[in-house]
């Protein structure tokens, strides 16, 4: 899954923006979402033609008997932040599966575009961070973490961390894009009537991605009297059940009213969401760029 994510975003990240400008302490407020300041140090190598003659570091290059240069970083005046729902409910079929795919590819983007990244797990007894920073070693070791999660999400084992139940608005980075990945449901398989982090919109900015597969949604067309294996949001054990026709439609219309009023919540708030259905690389990868492109 990683080697894949990696090798298909090389050349195409996701072009995460933020709604607002950014701004820096030294450089003041541009025009471009991003602002370097430059301070990072990333490595020092052989001078070129065409470098700059004020990066040269004099005491490597007595040292190596030949002009060496500092390369920087340009580090970006934003940070991005993964929200993960590790419910129960998110272990159901191919939920957890969608939720390391976004993850990882909003990490990896994130890496490539040099912003600082972290990720928060959450769940019903709190939440977890997981670090934030930036740099490859930084980006593998989160990519390590969240693989970990969510392989233990799809056993339908709870992740063994410390959860803090403080104010989660308050640990947040001022200005962070802030990814929220979840179904958007509660322990009962209902929409969420209070979404969370919206009373301090303004301190960052919100991007929620709903995760939902066909089954939540909608219900796909079946033959007859078929068997299904449904699962249950709060324990996400799965049982077999057999359906006709009359059942299917009543549940697919129950979906949809679902479905609309999770619709209907982003909408009242004022919200666009990224909806995400399938754990396809290039579908996540659509979804992503589409909200960024015409957000």
Not at 87 to 109: C, H, Q, W
Not at 133 to 140: D, L
Request: negative net charge.
């Amino acid at each position: 899954m990683r080697e894949e994510i990696c090798r298909y975003l090389a050349n195409r990240p996701v072009p995460i923006t933020p709604k607002r400008l950014a701004t820096s302490q030294i450089s003041g407020e541009w025009t471009s979402p991003y602002t370097g300041k430059g301070m990072d140090f990333r490595s020092h190598r052989a001078y070129q033609l065409g470098d700059d003659l004020r990066s040269i570091n004099m005491a490597m290059s007595v040292r190596s008997g030949k002009r060496m240069v500092v390369e920087r970083i340009a580090m970006r005046d934003i940070s991005v932040l993964i929200l993960l729902d590790v419910s129960p409910s998110m272990g159901i079929r191919d939920k957890a599966k969608i939720l390391k795919t976004l993850a990882l590819m909003v990490l990896y983007s994130s890496s490539i575009m040099e912003m600082r990244v972290g990720a928060v797990i959450i769940n019903d007894d709190g939440y977890s961070n997981l670090g934030l920073g930036m740099g490859a070693r930084h980006t593998f070791t989160m990519m390590d973490k969240i693989e970990n999660i969510c392989e233990s999400l799809e056993a339908n084992q709870l992740p063994e961390y410390e959860y803090s139940t403080r104010s989660l608005s308050k640990m947040l980075p001022t200005g962070c894009i802030l990814f929220y990945i979840s179904d958007w449901l509660d322990c009962k398989g209902n929409p969420v009537q209070q979404i969370p982090l919206v009373a301090n919109a303004k301190k960052y900015d919100l991007v929620p991605i709903v995760i939902q597969d066909e089954f939540e949604y909608s219900f796909p067309q079946l033959p007859g009297n078929s068997m299904l294996e449904l699962g249950d949001a709060e324990t996400g054990e799965t049982y077999p059940v057999w359906l006709d026709f009359q059942e299917v439609e009543k549940i697919r219309k129950l979906n949809e009213v679902r479905f609309a009023s999770i619709q209907q919540g982003f909408h009242d708030r004022g919200l666009k969401y990224i909806h995400v259905p399938d754990p396809q690389v290039d579908i996540a990868h659509q979804s992503l760029s589409n909200y960024f492109l015409y957000r």
